[in-house]
């Protein structure tokens, strides 16, 4: 494995650089190329998840570390993680290029930050891998949990779909009780579901329980199956219908880009909360909810769960924990559901400022990584704090 820093005055022809602390291009084992960027460690190590896909060039690849690692900081920050943001990407096909050698190096480049940046699973990228990586390197997370056993943290690990899946059901709760200024039951709400994978299937269970009728849609048969023969009273779309169906809630499940001219004017919902990344094709879509009084709730803050699940993990395998948080799953999952309150205080921060709740939520991230937030106003109970009692004002 070698490395090569690239020069900052180069990178900033590039839209989403914002004078990243790395992005360092690897050569692999087989040659395969790597890029691994940190963006802002000012609340502690970077994590972010490792990618692997045919980009069609070393640009296209560059392009998608910058903004992701980007995107990682907002996320960590607006989940009141202490870590900044970073992310890896590998160039290849992860069916036929993608081996335990291949793996390992990407290791080995994890370890050339000497913990400045930890990796976890992404798309094309397994548990399997990430065993891979930890032969050479403490700095990863998403393990599965055989591989956690006899550690004592095997409770804090393991596949965190479950828990992304639980931050957003608590984050729709808090959206449909900010639109209807009260407390207010889910059940009856209709909740249209794109995508019923790891993810979307979790979270119709979740609504399932609290008596949501649900429509949804897939492109897999096989996943479509699955929630017809669990929950039978789905009401089954196709993919294209799904932008179209009268309901309170569309959660997007499945990919990112989804909100775009073609499909906003066709939304009958009053509420966008799912746990898709990069939901908006482009920034200018948010004014057009906006503008048809569709209720944007950020993705990367209510798709958190994911990253609060693997975050613990790493503070109970490094010992990393400045917040003081207590390492059991309990408190793992107090934190994931707090992203309600979260949510609360974006929508009603928006509201008083009068903008879109995607910029409210950018700028109250920037307050905590950029502007050098102290740690521990971040922490989780300053958050739920400040949220708790604006939300009475809202419920009561
Ligand atoms: P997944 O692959 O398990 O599920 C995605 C599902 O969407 C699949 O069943 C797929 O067939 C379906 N799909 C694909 N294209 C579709 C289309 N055009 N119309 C309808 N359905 C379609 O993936 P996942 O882990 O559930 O992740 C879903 C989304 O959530 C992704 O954007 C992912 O980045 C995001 N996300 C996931 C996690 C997590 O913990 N897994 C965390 C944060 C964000």
Do not use: W
Not at 31 to 52: E, K, Q, S, W, Y
Not at 120 to 143: F, K, P
Not at 178 to 183: I, L
């Amino acid at each position: 494995m070698t490395y090569q820093d690239l020069n900052p005055e180069i990178l900033k022809e590039f839209p989403d650089y914002d004078d990243h602390e790395y992005v360092r291009r690897f050569v692999l084992e087989d040659d395969i190329i790597a890029f691994i960027a940190v963006h802002n460690t000012n609340l502690g190590p970077a994590l972010g998840g490792c990618r692997m896909r045919q980009y069609t060039s070393e640009l296209e690849a560059i392009n998608d570390v910058i903004r992701l690692s980007k995107g990682m900081t907002y996320k960590n920050a607006m989940a009141g993680l202490p870590l900044g943001g970073g992310k890896a990407v590998i160039i290849g096909d992860p069916q036929t290029q993608k081996t335990e050698k291949l793996m390992q190096s990407l290791g080995e480049a994890v370890a050339s930050f000497d913990g400045a940046y930890v990796t976890a699973e992404d798309s094309g990228t397994t548990e399997e891998d990430m065993v891979a990586i930890a032969t050479q390197t403490e700095c990863v997370v998403g393990l599965p949990p055989e591989a956690l056993e006899g550690n004592e943290y095997g409770e804090l690990g393991g596949n965190p779909s479950p828990m992304t899946a639980l931050g957003c059901y608590h984050g729709i709760k808090a959206a449909v009780d900010y639109r209807h200024d009260q407390k207010f039951p889910l059940k009856g709400l209709t909740a249209a579901v794109q995508g019923v994978g790891a993810v979307g299937y979790e979270i119709c269970r979740l609504l399932q329980q609290d008596g949501v009728n649900l429509i949804v849609t897939d492109v897999n048969q096989e996943a479509l199956e699955r929630i017809k023969e669990d929950i039978p009273t789905v009401r089954v779309v196709t993919p294209d219908e799904i932008y179209g169906v009268e309901a309170d809630v569309f959660v997007p499940c499945a990919m990112g880009g989804i909100l775009n001219d073609d499909t906003i004017p066709q939304l009958k919902v009053g509420i966008v909360a799912g746990m898709a990344n990069n939901q908006l094709h482009s920034a200018h879509h948010e004014k057009m909810l906006v503008d048809r009084d569709i209720l944007y709730v950020p993705d990367y803050v209510i798709n958190a769960g994911g990253v609060i699940c693997v975050g613990y993990e790493f503070f109970r395998k490094s010992a990393y924990n400045p917040q003081d948080f207590e390492m059991t799953r309990d408190a793992m999952v107090a934190h994931v559901e707090n992203i309600g309150k979260t949510v609360m205080r974006i929508l009603l921060e928006a509201r008083n400022a009068n903008q879109p709740t995607g910029e409210t939520s950018n700028q109250l991230a920037e307050e905590k990584f950029v502007k050098g937030e102290a740690l521990d106003q971040v922490n989780q109970e300053g958050n739920a704090n400040f949220a708790e009692s604006d939300a009475r004002k809202v419920v009561q």
